[in-house]
């Protein structure tokens, strides 16, 4: 059973400039969760697809998107980059089974750097 | 506004020892509470997790505490190894949403 797989590990982007960060869930989960992680704090929602639906999001602006696809891999972008941008995103993905135990399983994690 | 809050951002045990975590939060409608570790260059692992309907759950040398009256719980680790030595994470949640995390707490077990 693989677990959850994201890319790219490290990437180094300009201020204004998109990015996409992409994650595995996985084998089995159908609901995929994406989190900021700055430095020196807790992981933060950011949303989450279920079933390929945006199914719930934190308070990040409109620049910040997903997808979710059928065999429930997934996409975070984010438009016109800025400085604070910088963080680790992290992906999660979870059993349906297990939805309301707010249970998560972690990728290691996407490390963005805006310049 | 911070709904779960970890005010410890490092915690130092000798190994054998007794860890204590502890972590409060705000909201009165969370029915999840979860630990998680996180080593360096990693994501986070999930530990351990009790409900609301109860005050303590156990996992071999992880213990769970909850007290809802207080809205604290803690996380006990006995006896504390170097391999214990993390970032661990307070995290609630609602009805299965969002994870809400506190900002963490560097576990240092020295041998």
């Known amino acids: 059973e693989t677990g959850v797989t994201q890319s790219p590990t490290h990437l180094i982007k300009t201020r204004g400039q998109q990015v996409t960060l992409r994650c595995s869930s996985q084998s089995g989960h159908n609901t995929v969760s994406w989190y900021q992680q700055a430095l020196g704090q807790g992981p933060q929602f950011i949303f989450q697809y279920y079933r390929e639906e945006e199914n719930g999001r934190g308070n990040f602006p409109p620049r910040f998107s997903g997808l979710q696809f059928p065999n429930y891999s997934s996409e975070l972008n984010v438009n016109a980059l800025e400085l604070d941008d910088s963080a680790l995103y992290l992906c999660?993905?979870?059993?349906?089974?297990?939805?309301?135990?707010?249970?998560?399983?972690f990728g290691e994690g996407s490390r963005l750097t805006v310049l | 506004d911070q709904q779960v809050k970890q005010n410890s951002p490092s915690l130092s045990v000798q190994e054998g020892r007794i860890s204590i975590l502890n972590c409060d939060y705000t909201n009165s409608m969370f029915d999840y509470f979860l630990w998680y570790k996180k080593y360096p260059a990693e994501g986070p692992t999930f530990l351990i997790s009790?409900?609301?309907?109860?005050d303590k759950n156990e996992d071999g040398r992880f213990t769970v505490f909850l007290n809802k009256s207080a809205k604290h719980l803690s996380l006990h680790i006995v006896p504390s190894q170097p391999g214990d030595s993390a970032v661990y994470f307070c995290a609630a949640s609602r009805r299965g949403t969002a994870l809400i995390f506190g900002k963490g707490t560097t576990l240092s077990v020295s041998s």
């Open positions: 999660a993905s979870s059993l349906e089974a297990r939805k309301g135990t707010g249970e998560l399983f």
């Open positions: 009790i409900s609301s309907i109860k």
